[in-house]
């Protein structure tokens, strides 16, 4: 089964930025669409960028698109985050996930924290 684990998580400062990472076990990411998903306290997770499996095409979220970048190396079965001008209400945990075919197992999480 393939685990993902997601990093790069902290406290950052309003307008700040992080690098989140997330790494899988298995090789079945190079062939995925993959995604980076978020959890506010007291919401629904929610998808806010999208990667297809070359890479070669992105989509963003309304409220992310602009200030988060996603990208991936296939090589290292690993998908990221960049995140800059973080806002309080980037504050969340984020996952990321497979597109492609029902999710894989949830990893634990990077908790992002923005204070204003």
């Known amino acids: 089964q393939v685990q993902l684990v997601e990093s790069g998580g902290g406290l950052v400062q309003a307008g700040g930025s992080l690098r989140l990472s997330c790494a899988a076990s298995?090789?079945?990411?190079?062939?995925?669409?993959l995604g980076w998903y978020r959890q506010a306290p007291g919401k629904q997770r929610e998808l806010v960028a999208r990667?297809?499996?070359?890479?070669?095409?992105?989509n963003y979220a309304d409220s992310v698109r602009g200030r988060f970048t996603i990208s991936r190396d296939n090589t290292k079965n690993s998908v990221y985050l960049q995140m800059n001008s973080l806002k309080p209400e980037d504050t969340a945990v984020y996952y990321c996930?497979?597109?492609?075919?029902?999710?894989?197992?949830w990893g634990q999480g990077t908790q992002v924290t923005v204070s204003s």
């Open positions: 298995g090789n079945i990411f190079s062939t995925n669409v």
């Open positions: 990667i297809s499996s070359s890479g070669g095409y992105t």
């Open positions: 996930n497979s597109l492609s075919g029902p999710p894989l197992a």
